[in-house]
């Protein structure tokens, strides 16, 4: 039986029956099945200008039907269909308002389900991938191998990747040792095209299975930058004398390829078996930490005021009390508490004074409410805390101005003394502890950083920065010894061009020339050559020195690159010392995120894998690890060099 044709397309532009029909525009025969759908997409297709006239008379009738409302089956049935018509037109439509019929769903072919598969094998491009993400994540959040076993973690995976097979703990632990060696690979053949380093090394205890570990970094120049990069973590199962840490020392170097004449100097604390392992690895290259000695100076003098420690006592009572705790938070927009001192760093007990005497009003309305409480602070015990805070702030300023691993700090010592005495010396305080706290610095400075401007290193470094030169000295005799000194190293480095250029010339001359007066023309050649380098050695440095002194917020590295092609001995000599380091910081702050790393969950990892870890760390070498990887593509394996640079990729902070 044929349908009932109340639709406009039977109306309109088709006839025939129920299985098929007859477009009455080119009188094709169109398969109908009894609905619409073939015929309405004969129309749309070939008939195009019939379809919009189409599009129109069923947006009229929708229009009509929804003010006049049919409850009949044949009209439900129309309006169905026509609906079914308006979705199709009016869902997808071209540039030139002409509906486009929906996107087939497709079932996936099986090949392409098959690679799907194949991806997330073992040698597969995405399990590679989730893989290296994963050895990422372990390394940067600080998570154990066991994650992998964790019934949460796997569900993760396998609501994330089904076809992924996680890898288990002892596959993991070999990925790991596999990212160290392709990226220690990189950093060995990057430092071998260095000139000059710097070592800074510490050692560390951790507390919780009582192991020894050296902590060791270096510390360059490329170009206009100071890079930093962290060369081992190393466990050490002997007592720590000075031969067994001067052994530890070179065999690092020699594993990393790094050349002793290349260490221009190695930074450390002023402990008795470091200085002489410095020399017995290296010779007299040893610099004492500036930030060590300004912590020895401020924690020495506060010790030997015995009424600031009973001050500082009152102080550490909130830590004691967690109920007069809760109520300073309360009291606290920002919900802020009271810091207390740490034993190993000076500045805790300055801001501890500083937060304190920030408080001091909400404190004292809560000590008055407990019996137990000591008693609060007296006027006159308050403004001796003021007056030792300005005692103590241009050391706090000091401390951070050298707690730096990306701007030149060797240069900044002398001046820093220099700048640190002016400022604490004339200071007019009234209260006697004060006085005697002023005192005690003074006297500390003097003893530990009296002869800081004959340590030679330093004393070159601030005297080649073109913002400080000879101002901040106040030993004359030290200062032109120096100027000599870096004369003498113009000299020498002069001396070499020489030579390297007379067996030059001597190898390129024929042998059967012969003449009685070669060496008579040497010597003339030679002490030609001298009396000019001597010549240019002091045209360069009273030009250097007559020059003005730059800004103290520029980069001496830039100055010098602009001084390059005017002075280039003189370059040459700065860019050595300039690009040393002042303090030791950098291997603390490494033992700081080793503490982090050897925890509970991994209070058994091997001092070699902990290195690993660091190594994936980013954050603390960030800029150096980008320079050494966009030159990372001479590395011989390439899939190591993908998976380093797959790394960078994930890590957002790069």
Not at 540 to 555: H, T
Request: glycine share 2%; hydrophobic share 40%.
């Amino acid at each position: 039986m044929a349908p009932s044709k109340k639709s406009c397309v039977w109306k309109d532009k088709i006839e025939g029956a129920s299985n098929s029909a007859k477009c009455k525009l080119c009188q094709k025969s169109i398969k109908s099945c009894g609905n619409t759908t073939n015929l309405i997409g004969h129309i749309k297709n070939v008939h195009k200008a019939a379809f919009r006239e189409l599009n129109n008379e069923s947006s009229e009738k929708k229009t009509v039907a929804d003010v006049q409302p049919s409850t009949s089956s044949a009209d439900v049935m129309e309006l169905t269909e026509e609906a079914d018509a308006d979705k199709i037109s009016d869902s997808f439509k071209d540039e030139g308002n002409i509906p486009v019929p929906p996107a087939p769903k497709r079932q996936k072919s099986i090949m392409s389900s098959f690679e799907e598969i194949y991806a997330f094998s073992a040698s597969g491009n995405k399990a590679l991938k989730v893989n290296s993400a994963l050895i990422y994540m372990i390394c940067k959040d600080n998570q154990p191998f066991t994650i992998v076993e964790n019934e949460g973690f796997r569900n993760l995976i396998k609501v994330i990747a089904p076809h992924y097979k996680l890898p288990c703990k002892t596959t993991l632990t070999r990925l790991v040792d596999d990212k160290y060696a392709a990226l220690s690979t990189v950093f060995k053949e990057e430092l071998s095209n260095i000139g000059n380093l710097t070592l800074t090394t510490d050692m560390w205890s951790e507390t919780m299975s009582m192991r020894s570990f050296l902590g060791i970094t270096a510390h360059f120049g490329v170009g206009n930058e100071l890079l930093s990069i962290t060369l081992g973590v190393y466990q050490s199962n002997e007592r720590h004398t000075s031969e067994h840490i001067a052994e530890m020392l070179l065999k690092t170097c020699t594993e990393w390829g790094i050349d002793r004449d290349k260490i221009s100097s190695v930074v450390t604390d002023n402990a008795a078996n470091m200085v002489k392992a410095i020399d017995l690895a290296f010779g007299k290259k040893h610099i004492p930490c500036f930030d060590h000695t300004l912590n020895l100076v401020a924690q020495n003098s506060m010790q030997q005021c015995t009424e600031l420690r009973s001050l500082i006592t009152k102080v550490t009572w909130f830590k004691q009390s967690n109920i007069a705790s809760n109520e300073l938070r309360k009291a606290t927009q920002k919900e802020t508490k009271l810091i207390q001192e740490v034993p190993t760093g000076w500045n805790s007990t300055y801001h501890m004074i500083e937060r304190f005497l920030e408080l001091r009003t909400i404190v004292n309305d809560i000590i008055i409410r407990y019996k137990n409480a000591p008693p609060m602070l007296t006027a006159s015990e308050l403004s001796i805390l003021s007056s030792i805070l300005q005692v103590l702030r241009p050391i706090e300023a000091a401390t951070k101005e050298v707690s730096v691993d990306k701007y030149c700090t060797s240069s900044k010592v002398i001046p820093l003394i220099y700048c640190l005495i002016l400022k604490i010396k004339p200071l007019k305080l009234e209260e006697s502890l004060a006085k005697e706290l002023q005192s005690v610095i003074l006297k500390e400075i003097d003893k530990r950083m009296g002869v800081i401007e004959r340590v030679t290193s330093l004393a070159i470094a601030t005297i080649l920065d073109p913002r400080f030169k000879k101002m901040h000295f106040t030993d004359p005799i030290a200062c032109s010894s120096l100027v000599a000194k870096v004369k003498e190293f113009m000299k020498a480095t002069i001396l070499n061009e020489v030579v390297e250029s007379d067996s030059s010339d001597h190898s390129d001359k024929p042998e059967d020339n012969f003449s009685l007066w070669d060496d008579h023309h040497k010597l003339v050649h030679k002490s030609w050559k001298t009396a000019k380098s001597d010549d240019a050695i002091s045209d360069e440095l009273s030009i250097y020195l007559r020059s003005p002194v730059g800004r103290l917020n520029e980069n001496p590295l830039e100055i010098w690159n602009d001084l390059k092609i005017q002075l280039p001995k003189l370059h040459t000599i700065a860019y050595k010392y300039l690009t040393m380091v002042g303090t030791s910081v950098p291997s603390e702050r490494l033992f700081s995120k080793a503490a982090q790393i050897v925890n509970q969950q991994r209070n058994r990892l091997k001092g070699y894998r902990g290195w690993c870890w660091l190594m994936k760390q980013w954050s603390e070498v960030k800029e150096c690890d980008k320079w050494m990887l966009m030159r990372s593509w001479f590395v011989a394996d390439a899939r190591c060099t993908a998976d380093l640079l797959l790394l960078v990729v994930d890590d957002p902070k790069v």
